[in-house]
């Protein structure tokens, strides 16, 4: 399997994951249900790790797909730094999970303060992660780019191939220097 269809495979993981656990966690929460908030963070835990695996076969994604047509750089950069962010939060919340079980299994105080950062951090996380994925969709899907994309998408392929002519003048002055 190549890095684009690994990162396809294993990208829409940490969405539904980290949407389910929300569901999860917040019925937990209502009806005060220790094993449901288990259920709801190990699902945390598990998106965290599939959204590691996303994050690691990025750039090789980014290999394959950057010279296809109608894929930009920009599109790229702003699906990359919307990827960073979700992953900051989801691993956030998992290791906020983390903390709750270990505070849950040494029957330590505190553990609900933890437990409600835990839940808004997730919010978060699936909030950042859906647009992550979003933006990721519009890299191949142009039918999903909103106009201040394809206007963004069009400047981005006039720099492109600004970049590649700049890039062949250079090489010719190098070879005729030669």
């Known amino acids: 399997?190549?890095?684009?269809?690994?990162?396809?495979a294993f990208n829409h993981f940490p969405i539904a994951g980290s949407i389910?656990?929300?569901i999860i966690l917040v019925w937990g929460f209502l009806v005060k249900r220790d094993q449901i908030k288990i259920v709801g963070i190990a699902l945390v835990i598990i998106s965290s790790l599939s959204a590691f695996v996303v994050m690691q076969t990025g750039d090789g994604a980014e290999e394959i797909v950057e010279h296809k047509p109608m894929v930009t750089k920009g599109l790229i950069h702003e699906h990359e730094e919307a990827a960073d962010s979700a992953m900051i939060a989801i691993q956030l919340t998992a290791v906020l999970g983390i903390a709750w079980l270990v505070m849950y299994r040494l029957k330590k105080d505190h553990k609900e303060k933890i437990f409600a950062i835990m839940l808004l951090t997730n919010l978060a996380s699936?909030?950042?992660?859906a647009n992550a994925a979003h933006k990721g969709g519009q890299i191949r899907h142009d039918e999903i780019r909103n106009e201040t994309n394809l206007g963004s998408s069009n400047q981005n392929e006039k720099n492109d191939e600004e970049s590649k002519e700049k890039?062949?003048?250079e090489n010719m002055?190098?070879?005729e220097a030669k």
């Open 126 to 129: 699936a909030a950042l992660v």
């Open 20 to 22: 389910l656990a929300l």
């Open 167 to 169: 890039e062949e003048k």
């Open 1 to 8: 399997m190549t890095a684009a269809q690994i990162h396809l």
């Open 173 to 175: 002055e190098k070879n």
